[in-house]
């Protein structure tokens, strides 16, 4: 036994004055426990991240100041910093001139429809053209992504022709049907399933007989979910800030959010502080959905950030 100890012990000593015990011994210092974990950010990192904060969020901030105030004192210099007491006596003028309430629903249906049709529609073609074979593939994304290139102003009149000829004039189809998918979309899915999607996994649904639809809902959704959540929150601003074509296509007695605040500008007088309250008004549902759905949006990202 003392024997085997001892040569046991001479191995042990060997290997360690091999030309490869220096690089063990620096990876064994490298992989020891507690070696992988998340470095803790410095006071400087804290500084910067304040700072941006609040430079982010001082827009906001004067917004609140400003509509919780009167006209004069929104144009006296120096501006005033600090709230004022008439926030919700401006808010309520506000919700009564520019029929908020209506304008908040339209907006809530446009900007909804809207963003669930393109994530639909986006995923759909991305995976087409991220991971089906058909002739003219190319062909049809180039087109796709040369319709970006196209200023939208180019088809505002052969598009309103068209919305009359259907009967949508001043209604809220003519708003979301024009836009039901974006090229962005499509090609912002398409990278990202050309990335993330196996063609091994592809292949296994075909041999388990599934056709190209199942398999886009049994795989690719789940697959998609970081992506077509960022697709979603991006789709959703935007179409609830998009001011130009619901402003032809809409009238006063039925606007969204962006063509009623117009209704708050329209005199000789413009009333600052009213206008800037129902800015706010309009601000707060996006301000919402980002408090309940962030955590979420934000824990999706990092999932579709991590590979396996």
């Not at 040569?7 to 620096?26: F, H, L, N």
């Not at 209506?102 to 053209?129: D, E, H, K």
């Amino acid at each position: 036994m003392t024997t085997d100890i001892a040569q046991v012990r001479a191995g042990v000593r060997d290997r360690t004055a091999s030309p490869e015990a220096p690089a063990r011994r620096r990876f064994g210092r490298i992989l020891r426990p507690g070696a992988g974990r998340q470095h803790h950010a410095g006071p400087l990192a804290y500084i910067l991240l304040g700072f941006a904060a609040l430079v982010s969020l001082f827009p906001l901030y004067w917004t609140m100041v400003a509509a919780s105030t009167d006209n004069t004192r929104v144009s006296q210099t120096p501006p005033p910093f600090l709230p004022g007491p008439n926030l919700f006596k401006n808010l309520g003028t506000a919700w009564t001139d520019a029929a908020m309430g209506r304008a908040m629903v339209n907006s809530l249906i446009v900007a909804g429809v809207i963003a669930l049709s393109t994530v639909f529609f986006a995923t759909l073609a991305g995976f087409a053209f991220a991971k089906l074979r058909f002739k003219g593939r190319n062909i049809l994304l180039m087109l796709v992504i040369g319709t970006m290139m196209v200023p939208p102003q180019l088809g505002v009149v052969p598009l309103f022709m068209m919305m009359a000829d259907l009967g949508w004039g001043q209604q809220l189809p003519s708003v979301i049907f024009p836009t039901l998918v974006s090229a962005v979309g499509v090609f912002f899915m398409r990278q990202y399933l050309k990335e993330a999607l196996p063609d091994e996994l592809i292949e296994a649904g075909r041999l388990d007989g599934a056709h190209s639809l199942r398999i886009f809902w049994s795989i690719v959704l789940p697959i998609a979910r970081p992506p077509m959540a960022v697709l979603f929150m991006i789709t959703f601003v935007h179409a609830w800030n998009d001011f130009f074509w619901p402003f032809i296509a809409l009238d006063m007695t039925n606007p969204t959010v962006p063509v009623a605040l117009t209704q708050l500008s329209a005199g000789y007088v413009r009333d600052q502080s009213v206008i800037m309250a129902g800015a706010l008004l309009g601000t707060l549902p996006l301000l919402a959905m980002f408090v309940v759905f962030g955590r979420q949006i934000v824990s999706g990202i990092m999932q579709g950030a991590v590979k396996g």
